[in-house]
């Protein structure tokens, strides 16, 4: 978790994480303020095609990619999204 908030603190606030289960420790253990990212469990279809609208990068922990697909059907890495390590 220490690695995933000290890449987290690099990041600019209008990015988005996505963490799925690190979501909660993340939250719990960064520095939250308004210069943070926004961490998000898993992202759907809505949440990426506003965040895209917005010009809004997001990252991905790269062990959740086969989760966010199973559950939403998105492969964060097809559509571009970055790996936060």
Not at 38 to 46: E, G, I, K, P, R
Request: aromatic share 8%; glycine share 4%; charged share 20%.
């Amino acid at each position: 978790v220490e690695e995933i908030n000290r890449a987290a603190a690099k990041l600019s606030p209008k990015s988005i994480i996505v963490a799925a289960w690190w979501q909660p420790q993340i939250q719990v253990t960064a520095a939250n303020s308004e210069e943070s990212p926004l961490c998000v469990y898993l992202l759907d279809s809505t949440m990426l095609k506003q965040a895209k609208a917005d010009s809004i990068t997001v990252y991905y922990l790269p062990e959740v990619l086969g989760f966010n697909q199973q559950i939403h059907g998105i492969d964060l890495s097809e559509e571009g999204l970055v790996p936060l390590l």
